[in-house]
Nanobody
């Protein structure tokens, strides 16, 4: 069974940094990796993604502050988060897509940014 195991969520003060990790057991060739987040009373949104061709996307609210990266040898994708704001508080989920309509999800990790 495919598993995505996340780590790195924590409580941090505004202006601080966190690095999220997502280790996966996907064997198939991966088309893209993504980080999503869901804040209370809000829908899940795509925060950042990276493709197998190294095309990177960030949502406007995190540009210049977050960095997505991957290490294929370790089967791990990362999200470096700097200059964190209270508005970044959410449950963060990683995902990997191996084909259109075939996506696997991590269990989620809580990131809480205090004022």
């Amino acid at each position: 069974q495919v598993q995505l195991v996340q780590s790195g969520g924590d409580l941090v003060q505004a202006g601080g940094s966190l690095k999220l990790s997502c280790a996966h057991s996907v064997i198939s060739s991966i088309n893209h990796w993504g980080w999503y987040r869901q804040a209370p009373a809000k829908q899940r949104e795509l925060v950042a993604s990276i493709t197998s061709r190294n095309t990177i996307y960030y949502t406007d609210s995190v540009k210049g502050r977050f960095t997505i990266s991957r290490d294929n040898a370790k089967n791990t994708v990362y999200l470096q988060m700097n200059s964190l704001k209270p508005e970044d508080t959410a449950v963060y989920y990683c995902s990997v897509a191996v084909a259109v309509g075939v996506t696997y999800w991590g269990q989620g990790t809580q990131v809480t940014v205090s004022s």
